[in-house]
């Protein structure tokens, strides 16, 4: 059938609908949470977990303000987890990020930079262990083998929400010493996060393939493009092909702010306008969101003013410790028995290795494991992937007398 609507007033002139969450209410991010209005006045909504988003747009469009309403609905969800980059450094996350962030930081400078290379870091190892809980989860309670909003309300799984959002995040992906890492890693949390419920929310203002690698944009599964100058920015964001088929960001006015097309929820384009949160509105609402988490006992990280753990000082030294570990007595020892007996050594290091694990670590070092002689508790001689003990003394040679010549 035929639907027809006629509109007598500009979207961006008629008068915004104030936010229905600005003043109360909280959020299950599981759930629909609206964050703007159609071209007929109709609340458009956005379901955060499992998606990973790409906002894109010529500067002073909006961008910022979205991705901040985005962070502010995640602040809703007290049990969502928040990690706020505002790469541009003038302070538009703050009220979200110092409010209620677990971490946050604004700038772009070599402190900021590493901060973020390791908290993304860390969000990678807890991708890989979100991903072993929910494979070990029974199936009644998991069975799409993704998180539900009753598992992450379950704090001893910690399968929370974990919203990452990143303002002119070109300036991780062309980063000269970590650029590559990072892009690794997002297109890690892209492709992997959304069943784990971790979310990335990426905005740029120069939507091009260095800016955000093609990996990432063809696999974002939320994208909101406001104002473009061209067609490559706008396929860029909007998808191969969109330009052609009429999906055009490149027609909004410059006063058009706020305005996008939206791509996400398994419909068509469709042209939004976000709702108006400006810096002082959004402030009030992350106290609110504060407030709630306080009260909840959902508070950490850098809004309680905790500063991420250094790097331990003195790390382990692994060929020190089979050497230590394994008898002066024994010239060939298989992995498992070197691995239980770095166990006992150390077991807060190497407690969970698993045999495997011995010759992966052991190859920066040069040493590499094969089939070695040995025998079974029961005395019976067998030949199993292991290490020779003169190995690991060269590789001790080896490295002493580098770092004597460095
Ligand atoms: N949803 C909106 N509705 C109305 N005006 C908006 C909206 N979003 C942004 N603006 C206006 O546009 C300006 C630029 O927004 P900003 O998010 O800083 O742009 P960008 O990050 O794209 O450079 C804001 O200062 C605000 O005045
Ligand atoms: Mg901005």
């Not at 962030?101 to 870091?121: C, F, K, S, T, V």
């Not at 009753?150 to 995040?169: F, M, N, Q, T, Y």
């Not at 009429?246 to 097309?261: D, I």
């Not at 040069?366 to 020779?388: D, M």
Request: hydrophobic share 45%; proline share 4%; glycine share 8%.
């Amino acid at each position: 059938h035929l639907r027809l609507w006629v509109g007598d007033e500009d979207l961006a002139k008629s008068r915004p609908a104030p936010w229905p969450l600005a003043q109360s209410g909280t959020v299950d991010l599981f759930q629909p949470v609206v964050w703007g209005t159609d071209q007929r006045g109709r609340w458009v909504g956005i379901t955060l977990m499992f998606i990973a988003g790409v906002i894109g747009a010529i500067p002073r469009m909006g961008k910022t303000f979205l991705l901040r309403l985005l962070l502010l609905i995640a602040a809703l969800d007290i049990r969502a987890e928040l990690h706020t980059y505002d790469l541009k450094g003038t302070g538009d996350l703050d009220a979200v990020g110092d409010r209620v962030a677990h971490r946050h930081r604004a700038g772009e400078e070599a402190a900021d930079i590493e901060y973020a290379i390791a908290d993304l870091r860390e969000l990678r190892e807890e991708m890989r262990r979100r991903a072993k809980v929910i494979r070990s989860l029974p199936r009644d309670m998991c069975p799409e083998s993704k998180v539900t909003t009753e598992l992450a309300s379950k704090r001893s799984l910690g399968l929370h929400p974990i919203v990452i959002g990143v303002d002119e995040c070109q300036v991780w992906f062309e980063h000269d010493k970590h650029g590559a890492e990072f892009e690794e890693i997002c297109v890690d949390l892209v492709k992997r996060g959304p069943a784990t419920g971790m979310v990335l929310l990426l905005a740029t203002q120069r939507p091009d393939k260095d800016s955000i690698p093609k990996a990432i944009s063809a696999n974002a599964s939320a994208r909101w493009c406001l104002k473009v100058m061209g067609q490559v920015e706008n396929d860029m964001v909007l998808g191969t092909g969109a330009y052609k088929r009429g999906v055009r960001a490149t027609l909004f006015a410059w006063a058009e702010k706020g305005v996008c097309y939206f791509l996400g929820e398994g419909a068509d384009a469709r042209i939004v306008r976000a709702a108006l949160v400006d810096a002082v509105l959004a402030d009030s609402i992350a106290l609110r969101a504060r407030v709630l988490r306080e009260r909840a006992g959902r508070l950490a990280g850098h809004a309680a003013g905790e500063q991420p753990e250094a790097e331990p000082a003195v790390s382990y030294d692994l060929l020190a410790d089979l050497l230590a570990a394994v008898p002066d007595s024994t010239p060939k020892v298989w992995n498992e028995v070197a691995v239980a007996a770095l166990a006992e050594l150390r077991p807060g290091v190497y407690g969970e290795w698993a045999p495997e694990q011995l010759t992966l670590a052991l190859k920066p070092y040069g040493v590499r494991t094969g089939q070695v002689w040995g025998s079974t508790e029961g005395g019976k001689s067998a030949n199993r992937r292991g290490i020779k003990r003169a190995d690991l003394l060269k590789a001790v040679a080896e490295r002493d007398s580098g770092a004597a010549a460095a």
